[in-house]
């Protein structure tokens, strides 16, 4: 009998352990990174694991995208550089001119010296400066040094700077009305020293050309004038003067070719830098 309870109790405990649930293992994935070269300069980070633990991607990222400026190219081949346009204040942005400008465009009846055919700027305590007096002057474009005048009334020290029509946007060359065979001329006037230029000199957009003074035919306060014409191409300026005692035949003749000769259109430099807005 004790025999048979000894079975019976070996059979039940068999019986028990079969029917208890499995000992569950838990298999974690092991995650890892590879830091593999993608690019000069950048990383691409590959996460390598379980199916499930990775999002998939339909298109590789991209790491660096830069368009090249779009420049027009010349019948040769050849790029044309991109048109600058630099302020003529070295002190001021070509959107501050507006703030300075101390006497206006006025423009003459046609042939007449009258008024003033160009605009000024000047300005008191700006800036940390206390007046406009030696600023720096530069181009406002690229060209070539076509005319200096040294201490002359009425311009005092002087530089004009002619930039050739193929270096001017089609749409600005429109705006300002500029006829085959043209070239654009700036004049700077009022230096405080002879220009820091050479006539022939080959200048560029934002090149210092001299410093703001009061040198010229009744200047009062410092301040730079400047005047913007349309004329033939290729044309060189020997030393212009108001008509005087002191000024020469060679001087006045030149004077009255850029002034009143009617060959040298004027136009409001202000519609310049409106193009640059």
């Known amino acids: 009998m004790r025999y048979w309870r000894s079975v019976i109790l070996v059979f039940l405990v ?3 352990c079969s029917s208890a649930p499995p000992a569950t293992s838990v298999v974690i994935p092991t995650v890892t990174a590879s830091i593999e070269p993608a690019f000069p300069g950048t990383m ?3 996460v390598i694991g379980p199916p499930s633990l990775v999002a998939p991607s339909a298109t590789p ?3 660096f995208t830069q368009s090249a400026a779009q420049r027009p190219v010349t019948p040769t081949g050849t790029s044309v550089p991109p048109f600058q346009m630099c302020s003529p204040l070295g002190w001021e942005t070509t959107a501050e001119l507006w703030e300075i400008v101390s ?3 006025a423009p003459p009846p046609p042939d007449s010296d009258e008024r003033h055919q160009g605009v ?3 300005h008191w305590s700006r800036k940390g400066h206390p007046s406009i007096q030696d600023e720096p002057v530069q181009s406002v474009l690229p060209g070539r040094v076509a005319g200096i005048t040294i201490d002359r009334l009425p311009y005092g020290n002087m530089v004009i700077v002619e930039t ?3 270096a001017i946007p089609v749409d600005l060359r429109q705006n300002l009305g500029m006829e085959a065979g043209e070239s654009l001329y700036l004049l700077y006037a009022h230096f405080d020293q002879p220009p820091l230029a050479v006539l022939d000199q080959e200048v560029s957009c934002g090149q210092v050309i001299g410093a703001v003074g009061m040198t010229g035919y009744n200047v009062v306060n410092a301040h730079l004038h400047l005047e913007t014409r349309l004329g033939p191409a290729g044309t060189t300026f020997g030393s212009m003067a ?4 002191s000024a020469t035949v060679e001087e006045m003749d030149t004077y009255k070719r850029w002034r009143t000769g009617g060959e040298f259109k004027h136009f409001d430099p202000m519609r310049l830098f409106a193009y640059s807005r």
């Open 103 to 105: 006497d206006p465009y």
């Open 242 to 245: 108001f008509y005087t005692t």
């Open 44 to 46: 691409a980070v590959q």
């Open 120 to 122: 000024d700027f000047s």
């Open 61 to 63: 990222p991209v790491l």
């Open 14 to 16: 068999l019986v028990g």
């Open 164 to 166: 050739p029509q193929d």
